[in-house]
């Protein structure tokens, strides 16, 4: 899939949780191992963002060509921040691209790739939805809306701008998969989906 990349934003404060997100373990591995072996079949660069300081979270090495390093040019300013920094590390001929924040522990494989089928001309991106609400950072757009909608500055500015008074399509996560949107902001969370995941009757 030549012309498909992903941005995976894994620089946010996790001030809920009180820890980095990304470094999180489940199952072995970190959120930001699990999302990088989970969207690597559907892509052909991805870009992890993260702050200025931060460091890559535990990365099995076999994964570590599969992505590049951005890091925000500006402290504190957001995940919009992020997804405009990321954007230069992409060529041109990268057409579409996941928008992935790095606490979505029950994500998997298919349901980015049913995701990525309903991004059409008609629309700018595809957004997942839970319970009426979307979430941008869940998502697939083409790449010359993101660069359009992020100029000229991102510092601040909430994500909602690239979903509101924009053709964004909405998928809802399947009957059988409920969860397979959530994510994870706080301890109690994070411990549900240890304990979901990491059960022997997870897949």
């Known amino acids: 899939m030549t012309n498909i990349g992903a941005i995976l934003l894994a620089g946010g404060l996790?001030?809920?949780?009180?820890?980095?997100?990304?470094?999180?373990t489940i199952a072995g591995q970190t959120l930001l191992e699990r999302l990088v072996r989970i969207v690597s079949p559907l892509v052909n660069r991805s870009v992890v963002m993260l702050s200025a300081s931060q460091k890559l979270p535990d990365i099995a090495p076999e994964l570590?060509?599969?992505f590049v390093i951005g890091r925000d040019s500006r402290p504190e300013e957001?995940?919009?921040?992020?997804?405009?920094?990321?954007?230069?590390?992409?060529?041109?001929e990268v057409e579409r691209l996941f928008v992935l924040s790095c606490d979505l522990p029950y994500l998997n494989t298919q349901v980015l790739d049913d995701l990525r089928l309903l991004l059409t001309p008609a629309v700018d991106g595809v957004c997942a939805e839970v319970g009426?609400?979307?979430?941008?950072?869940?998502?697939?757009?083409?790449?010359?809306?993101?660069?359009?909608?992020?100029?000229?500055?991102?510092?601040?500015?909430?994500?909602?701008?690239?979903?509101?008074?924009?053709?964004?399509?909405r998928m809802q996560p399947p009957d059988d998969d409920?969860?397979?949107?959530?994510?994870?902001?706080?301890?109690?969370?994070?411990?549900?989906?240890?304990?979901?995941?990491?059960?022997p009757e997870s897949p």
């Not at 996790?14 to 999180?24: I, N, P, W």
């Not at 957001?78 to 041109?92: C, E, K, N």
């Not at 359009?148 to 008074?165: K, N, Y």
């Not at 549900?192 to 995941?197: D, T």
Request: charged residues 20%; contains cysteine.
């Open 132 to 169: 009426g609400r979307v979430n941008p950072l869940l998502a697939v757009y083409f790449r010359q809306f993101l660069v359009d909608a992020v100029q000229p500055s991102a510092a601040g500015r909430s994500c909602m701008i690239l979903v509101d008074d924009h053709p964004i399509a």
């Open 78 to 92: 957001g995940p919009l921040q992020g997804i405009s920094d990321a954007l230069p590390l992409f060529g041109t």
């Open 14 to 24: 996790s001030s809920r949780m009180g820890q980095d997100k990304a470094a999180l």
């Open 178 to 199: 409920l969860l397979v949107f959530d994510g994870i902001n706080t301890p109690d969370g994070y411990a549900k989906a240890k304990r979901l995941l990491e059960s």
């Open 64 to 66: 570590l060509d599969y």
